[in-house]
């Protein structure tokens, strides 16, 4: 059977176990925390196989193992390997010396990791900021709003303006949309930070004045002679840091650069499936890196971190359920994306925003950028799907990165600070109760994007 006729055939309640997935995520933790950090493996595994063997039996084992390998091999392993080697390597730096959570302080905190996540990814960015955050503001009781904002901010809206900043805008520069194109999402950026550090002050002062009233003493009321200096310590991780982005950009220019690379050469796996060599020297160059990190880096550097595996086992755990179960929702969005009838810039904006909020959101944005590609446009960006407006262009790029931060599941970063979070004895919102802080602030200020932007 051909691929394209099982896109033609799928059902649409194929998508059961991914919904059944994401329902899992966010309701058994709440029912039964203790189960589900033990099983949590186990129930990826099962919901996977629940799409899996009746997939099987429908279209063939072998078209089954195809899809299983497309997905695993080409999506998952390239994603979780780029997190691993960006975890471990911001591990490996901490910030040393009195730093205090006051509002300035903390505003100061989530601009810095703001403007890195352009040029060391989202998820560098929020795993180097993290837990100074954290330390900085450990005398007070109400931390919740710190790591929902630092959720939307650094580890999703902070990564649109370079293709390093988030695998979607990456994806576009490798069919050719130029490198420094997503600087047009800065006015987007700007808008929005505005929008949201006036609410942050907002909402951390008044936690802040709560907290003083309460008893509770900020850092930088402590006498003077027990402040330390700030400093960096670990500070040569930061060279692997730069090594994993040579990576990122060794997977996009190696087939430009060397024949070797070109035209989609690889390993052959199975079927049509293709290991490309390039992906293979990004897996190799980011691993070395975090092994470099793991080697050169001081235990008691780590232990400043409280550094543990965890956060990326558990994203690793979670992702392969979510990876798996999507394969029928993205085979649908492929064969019928062109049919949702989105010509329009805002349209795109929130279909692909939407899709972005619960699926991957590099397959989601290069499905609409196909789409796009496909309505016929005679002036814009030329890309190896066609020629796509810039407005066209803006709205898709922005939906993909901005929205991914409506769910703990829409950027994988977002699922490690809550796990870093709780691990720092914070009680993070459940999966429903962070969907309140985003609908309440996040949809509002799309709204305003909207309008401003795409209409």
């Known amino acids: 059977m051909t691929h394209e006729l099982v896109s033609a055939t799928l059902p649409v309640?194929?998508?059961?176990?991914?919904?059944?997935?994401?329902?899992?995520?966010a309701i058994v933790p709440l029912v039964r925390p203790e189960w589900w950090e033990k099983h949590m493996l186990g129930a990826a595994i099962a919901?996977?196989?629940?799409?899996?063997?009746?997939f099987?039996?429908?279209?063939?084992?072998?078209?089954?193992?195809?899809?299983?390998?497309?997905?695993?091999?080409?999506?998952?392993?390239?994603?979780?390997?780029?997190?691993?080697?960006?975890?471990?390597?911001?591990?490996?730096?901490?910030?040393?010396?009195?730093?205090?959570?006051?509002?300035?302080?903390?505003?100061?905190?989530?601009?810095?990791?703001?403007?890195?996540?352009?040029?060391?990814?989202?998820?560098?960015?929020?795993?180097?900021?993290?837990?100074?955050?954290?330390?900085?503001?450990?005398?007070?009781?109400?931390?919740?709003?710190?790591?929902?904002?630092?959720?939307?901010?650094?580890?999703?809206?902070?990564?649109?303006l370079t293709p390093l900043g988030d695998p979607p805008l990456f994806m576009g520069f490798q069919r050719g949309v130029p490198f420094t194109w997503t600087f047009h999402l800065l006015p987007i950026l700007v808008l929005n930070l505005v929008l949201m550090f006036a609410l942050f002050a907002f909402l951390?002062?008044?936690?802040?004045?709560?907290?003083?009233?309460?008893?509770?003493?900020?850092?930088?009321?402590?006498?003077?002679?027990?402040?330390?200096?700030?400093?960096l310590e670990g500070a040569h991780n930061?060279?692997?840091?730069?090594?994993?982005?040579?990576?990122?950009?060794?997977n996009g220019l190696l087939p430009d650069m060397f024949p070797a690379f070109a035209n989609g050469a690889g390993l052959h796996i199975y079927d049509e499936i293709v290991f490309p060599y390039a992906?293979?020297?990004?897996?190799?160059?980011?691993?070395?890196?975090?092994?470099?990190?793991?080697?050169?880096?001081?235990?008691?550097?780590?232990?400043?971190?409280?550094?543990?595996?965890?956060?990326?086992?558990?994203v690793?755990?979670?992702?392969?359920?979510?990876?798996?179960?999507?394969?029928?929702?993205?085979?649908?969005?492929?064969?019928?994306?062109?049919?949702?009838?989105?010509?329009?810039?805002?349209?795109?904006?929130?279909?692909?925003?939407?899709?972005?909020?619960?699926?991957?959101?590099?397959?989601?944005?290069?499905?609409?950028?196909?789409?796009?590609?496909?309505?016929?446009?005679?002036?814009?960006i030329t890309t190896s799907v066609g020629t796509v407006s810039q407005i066209m262009l803006e709205a898709i790029s922005a939906g993909a990165v901005f929205m991914g931060a409506n769910t703990y599941i829409g950027n994988a970063p977002n699922f490690m600070v809550k796990s870093i979070a709780e691990e720092n004895k914070i009680k993070m919102p459940s999966f429903f109760g962070y969907m309140g802080w985003s609908v309440a602030i996040l949809i509002p200020l799309f709204i305003i994007d909207m309008v401003v932007f795409f209409l």
């Not at 063939?60 to 193992?65: D, L, M, N, P, T």
């Open 13 to 25: 309640w194929s998508i059961i176990p991914f919904a059944g997935m994401l329902l899992s995520i």
């Open 238 to 250: 930061l060279i692997f840091i730069a090594l994993i982005i040579i990576g990122v950009l060794a």
């Open 316 to 380: 690793a755990k979670l992702f392969i359920g979510i990876f798996v179960t999507m394969i029928p929702a993205l085979i649908l969005l492929k064969a019928h994306g062109a049919e949702l009838g989105l010509s329009h810039p805002w349209q795109m904006f929130w279909a692909t925003g939407a899709l972005s909020s619960f699926l991957d959101n590099t397959p989601t944005y290069l499905v609409f950028l196909q789409t796009a590609g496909a309505l016929g446009a005679t002036q814009g």
């Open 56 to 160: 099987a039996a429908a279209y063939g084992v072998g078209e089954s193992w195809f899809r299983l390998l497309e997905s695993v091999l080409l999506d998952y392993i390239p994603f979780i390997v780029l997190l691993f080697g960006l975890f471990v390597v911001a591990g490996g730096i901490a910030v040393r010396g009195t730093l205090a959570g006051t509002t300035k302080i903390n505003c100061l905190l989530l601009f810095i990791g703001t403007f890195l996540a352009s040029w060391i990814g989202t998820t560098g960015a929020a795993m180097l900021l993290i837990r100074p955050l954290i330390r900085a503001n450990a005398w007070r009781k109400n931390k919740v709003h710190l790591m929902v904002f630092f959720i939307f901010l650094v580890a999703n809206m902070g990564g649109c």
């Open 47 to 54: 919901w996977s196989l629940l799409f899996l063997i009746p």
């Open 279 to 314: 992906t293979l020297a990004e897996i190799a160059i980011i691993l070395v890196a975090a092994f470099l990190s793991i080697k050169t880096t001081r235990k008691s550097t780590r232990d400043l971190n409280e550094f543990t595996y965890a956060p990326i086992l558990e």
């Open 204 to 231: 951390d002062k008044h936690f802040y004045n709560k907290e003083v009233k309460e008893g509770r003493t900020p850092l930088d009321l402590i006498d003077e002679n027990d402040k330390q200096p700030l400093r």
